[in-house]
């Protein structure tokens, strides 16, 4: 904006000194006034196509890309940690769940999950299958993850935005 008004100022001061500028200031004023509507009417009509652009295309990336349940009894994501019966889970956040079209990564967040004396530990090996396809299973114990293993933990209870939950089955999956 500054620029402009001294842009005014020096036409204004030049033309006046001379005696005939009227017309020339009348030139600088008009342009200045359609730059800004211009300006004023980008900002509406680009407000206006988002708008529209949501109401058009939100049905189609609803069903391309769902929303999460709210209510989730399962999570998946990495080890970070394992300190006595609580494994720290680093997860994807449920909310982040659009692609990112700027190539950002997706949000992460680190959940605790707690095991109880009923806790299953199981680990699949994706290698080797059973007589009707699936992989085979193996009870191991909590000590035998570790920091970077993929795994998925179930609860009886929600856990879908809870920070530190209880689990009944932790499954280690080994490819």
């Known amino acids: ?5 001294l842009l005014f100022l ?3 001061n030049g033309t ?4 005939g500028g009227k017309k020339i200031l009348l030139a600088v004023v008009i342009v200045v006034v ?5 300006y004023v009417g980008f900002l509406i009509g680009t407000k206006q196509g988002k708008m529209q652009a949501q109401q058009e ?3 189609i990336v609803n069903v391309a890309f769902p929303k999460p349940p709210e209510q989730l ?5 990495t080890v970070v940690d394992v300190v006595g019966a609580t494994i720290s889970l680093e997860i994807n956040d449920p909310d982040d769940y659009l692609p990112h079209t700027d190539g950002s990564p997706v ?4 959940r605790y999950a707690n095991l109880t004396g009923q806790t299953k530990v199981l680990a699949y090996d994706m290698n080797r299958v059973d007589a009707n396809g699936n ?3 193996t009870q191991i114990r909590s000590s035998d993850l570790k920091a970077g293993d993929s795994i998925m933990v179930k609860s009886d209870a929600n856990i879908r935005d809870a920070e530190q939950f209880d689990v009944t089955e932790v499954a280690l999956i080994r490819y």
């Open 34 to 38: 359609a730059v800004v509507c211009c």
């Open 107 to 110: 949000a992460t967040e680190v």
């Open 10 to 12: 020096v036409c204004y």
């Open 57 to 59: 295309w939100e049905p």
């Open 1 to 5: 904006m500054k620029p402009v008004l």
């Open 135 to 137: 992989p085979l299973s």
């Open 73 to 77: 009894f399962y999570l998946n994501g």
């Open 16 to 19: 006046m000194k001379n005696g």
